[in-house]
């Protein structure tokens, strides 16, 4: 039995939740680029007396087969995994925000939306993906330009139709009857409605375009093969596992795993907060 | 006086008009009731009339002068359901004062509370928050309202209260007033006169 | 006459934010009581916001997790607890929702009908047969299968909700606003039809703010106002002045009927104040 009035922070109460996740989203973020910017140089440099090390006290996550410490390696790679997927799903949100506005604008212009955000989920998505970053020859800013042209159609579907539902809505045309502006009404009345959708729509995105990075640099395409990509550390550990040397594989592959999921909750626990009847639990 | 002269009005091009021919007169001063079965058009002909549908023939007209096109309306409808007229993310000051700053007699004659000010909609009741949209849709410069339907969802107190409010403004400002209802009781009550809508076209009762 | 449903002391708070984090009980409900018998039409109704379908909703267990409910309720003479609403819902226990958006609108009515048939624990090869008889016994052709919801009429979707309720031959039927929105015909069709259903045994809790039809079909009225019942009286008791009537709200709520006196009080009233009039 619950005392009828509680002040106390309890476990089951949501947004205290969700500002831990956020938190510590925000404290996983921080360490992943200043442990890149400290460990940076540390990453590439070879140590051939220390080859396929396991992990230990020098070398937490052990050593690759050129003596490069692992742990460098893989904050490294995170390090430019959240980069990418910052980009791209900031990229991937506005794409999608001036694509729902312009599909409000008329019937053709909406047909045409349609028809572009249905050729593009029509694809498949990972042959999309390479050929864009191969048309764009490779490189960081391909792989960035790659998951960013490629994320936006649900979002844009999903956004399209709550604009069209506002637009519609029995307050939006009291607010023109009142003789208030088209500017007032997209400031005050339909903007405001938008604003969780895109946040939530960001932070979904997000561990999106990092797997999505990943896959892209595992199978070779997008960045120069030195350069310390998850993808790539992944690909490399491929041949030595069988050998036994399985940290090659499982810590960059668990930081992945580690990121990707404490976004994907965090953008979960922020919807339930903008979702009315779940807001309060 | 507002006038409406052969509206004509369809949803659908290929489907048999909504509104026919309908011509209507309501003086300043006077409330006119309108009732009819459900689908017969109430809603749309009060939408017609306020100005948020455009007739695809006839004409409305103020004093001899058409609705204006931009700026705060003359004629002001009230909805069914105040929480679709109100948005749900604004608090109700912000709501209340959204067309005008309502002054404290008419507040006071409509018991709105200055508490509710920092509320959000769905703290208010049904009917506290069809107050909050009369109060705000009696902007100066308002001169007729439509009430659509405006206590079906009230229960009987709630709505003698919402009226006899409302009546005592609309009476004081010598505004007109279109009631729409099918509670014959209550347009009885309330209309000085009553139309009937069926299928399109308008019979005037007894 | 045994109750079907007695609903006894039942209280039910919300926990709300109060700041960013901090968090307190807000009460809706307090001290909530009433008993539904096989055969009547038990009428609850009170102004919007007063608690009404928040009781229908703690009846069959559908509050959301920020609900803290106290009191007891037994459907049966047994109480109703988690685990035996579970198993009853749908079967012995069936709501009428208050919105016709309750209906799927990707899927054909009579599919949604079937569906609830199944629930009710009806063999699959038999749900085709009942959900048939069930739309036909309330004027519904075979051409509303068919048909998804949005092509129904306002009166159409609400007796589809009526059937997919009933498909069961559930006890106790629960009816939240059943009538709203509904031109006067389908009103009293709706209100005919649930009152056939407790002349053939059924218990029925009919929630409503319309008291001048609810007293059409109603056997017995209870009054809600604030979060609380104040009183339950047999419909005949709202006749003349309402003399036969204990509580003032009740009476004031009987005499503001446009058909009655419409006559509305001085000011709105505080709970407390229409406590202490009593």
């Not at chain 1, 692992?70 to 995994?81: V, Y």
């Not at chain 1, 999309?128 to 844009?156: E, K, M, N, S």
């Not at chain 3, 749900?127 to 509303?144: E, K, M």
């Not at chain 3, 389908?186 to 039809?193: K, T």
Request: aromatic share 6%; charged share 15%; with cysteine.
């Amino acid at each position: 039995m619950m005392p009828s009035v509680t002040a106390t922070l309890r476990f089951d109460n949501r947004r205290l939740r969700t500002l831990l996740i956020a938190l510590a989203t925000l404290l996983a973020l921080g360490l992943v680029l200043t442990g890149s910017a400290l460990l940076g140089e540390q990453a590439t440099r070879p140590d051939f007396q220390a080859r396929l090390l396991p992990p230990g006290i020098d070398h937490w996550f052990g050593t690759d087969t050129l003596g490069r410490d692992l742990f460098s390696r893989t904050i490294e790679g995170l390090s430019l995994s959240l980069w990418v997927g910052l980009l791209a799903a900031g990229l991937g949100t506005l794409v999608a925000l001036v694509l729902a506005v312009i599909s409000t604008l008329g019937r053709p212009f909406d047909a045409a939306v349609g028809l572009l955000v249905d050729m593009i989920l029509g694809l498949p998505h990972l042959v999309l993906l390479i050929l864009i970053a191969f048309a764009l020859g490779g490189g960081t800013q391909a792989v960035i330009v790659a998951v960013a042209l490629t994320h936006w159609p649900r979002l844009t579907r999903l956004l399209r139709a709550e604009l069209l539902q506002i637009i519609n809505a029995d307050y939006v045309r009291l607010s023109y009857h009142f003789g208030k502006s088209h500017g007032f009404v997209l400031f005050h009345h339909v903007l405001p409605h938008l604003m969780p959708q895109c946040l939530v729509g960001f932070l979904l995105l997000f561990p999106h375009a990092i797997l999505h990075e990943a896959a892209l640099t595992f199978l070779g395409f997008g960045l120069t093969p030195g350069q310390p990509a998850i993808g790539v550390l992944l690909a490399e550990s491929l041949r030595y596992l069988s050998a036994g040397h399985w940290w090659l594989g499982v810590f960059p592959g668990l930081g992945l795993l580690l990121t990707v999921l404490i976004f994907d909750r965090l953008g979960a626990s922020m919807q339930a907060l903008f979702t009315p009847r779940e807001a309060q639990t | 006086m507002l006038s409406a002269s052969a509206l004509r009005y369809c949803h659908d091009r290929h489907r048999d008009p909504v509104i026919d021919s309908v011509s209507l007169r309501v003086k300043a001063g006077e409330i006119v009731g309108l009732t009819g079965d459900s689908g017969a058009g109430k809603s749309t002909l009060g939408r017609l009339l306020a100005g948020l549908l455009r007739p695809q023939a006839g004409r409305i007209e103020l004093d001899g002068t058409p609705l204006p096109r931009h700026g705060l309306q003359p004629v002001q409808l009230l909805m069914q359901t105040p929480e679709l007229a109100v948005n749900p993310r604004w608090r109700i000051e912000r709501i209340l004062h959204e067309a005008w700053t309502p002054d404290t007699t008419l507040l006071e004659a409509l018991s709105i509370r200055r508490d509710w000010y920092s509320r959000f909609p769905h703290e208010l009741s049904g009917g506290e928050l069809q107050r909050v949209t009369v109060a705000r849709a009696l902007a100066p410069g308002v001169r007729y309202l439509i009430a659509d339907e405006i206590s079906s969802m009230l229960d009987a107190l709630t709505q003698a209260e919402l009226w006899h409010a409302l009546l005592q403004v609309v009476a004081s400002r010598r505004m007109g007033m279109l009631v729409i209802s099918h509670d014959a009781a209550l347009l009885s009550r309330v209309a000085n006169r009553c139309y009937r809508l069926n299928a399109g076209q308008l019979d005037a009762l007894a | 006459m045994k109750a079907l449903l007695a609903v006894d002391a039942l209280s039910l708070s919300f926990q709300r934010y109060s700041g960013w984090f901090r968090r307190h009980a807000v009460p809706c409900l307090n001290d909530v009581s009433l008993t539904v018998v096989p055969g009547e039409v038990h009428a609850v109704v009170g102004a919007s916001g007063a608690g009404k379908s928040l009781m229908a909703w703690a009846v069959m267990g559908l509050l959301p997790a920020n609900a803290h409910l106290s009191g007891t309720l037994n459907f049966d003479g047994l109480p109703l607890d988690a685990e035996r609403l579970a198993a009853l819902r749908g079967k012995c226990l069936a709501l009428i929702p208050q919105s016709i958006a309750a209906l799927d609108p990707l899927v054909r009515s009579g599919r949604q009908v079937r569906w609830s048939a199944r629930r009710a624990g009806i063999a699959a090869h038999r749900t085709p047969h009942i959900a048939r008889q069930t739309l036909s016994r309330y004027g519904l052709a075979t051409d509303v299968e068919q048909a998804y919801p949005h092509t129904l009429s306002g009166g159409m979707a609400r007796r589809v909700l009526l059937a997919m309720a009933t498909a069961g031959d559930a006890d106790l039927l629960i009816a939240d606003e059943p009538t709203t929105g509904l031109d006067p015909c389908n009103r009293q069709r709706v209100l005919d039809y649930l009152r056939e259903l407790a002349d053939a045994g059924k218990g029925i809790l009919l929630i409503t703010h319309d008291l001048q039809h609810a007293l059409t079909v109603a056997n017995r009225v209870t009054v809600f106002h604030a979060g609380t019942t104040l009183e339950t009286a047999p419909s005949d008791a709202f006749d003349g002045q309402g003399e036969r009537l204990t509580m003032p709200y009740t009476r004031a709520l009987w005499q503001a009927l446009p058909s009655n006196g419409f006559q509305a009080p001085a000011r709105e009233r505080t709970h407390e104040e229409v406590l202490s009039l009593a």
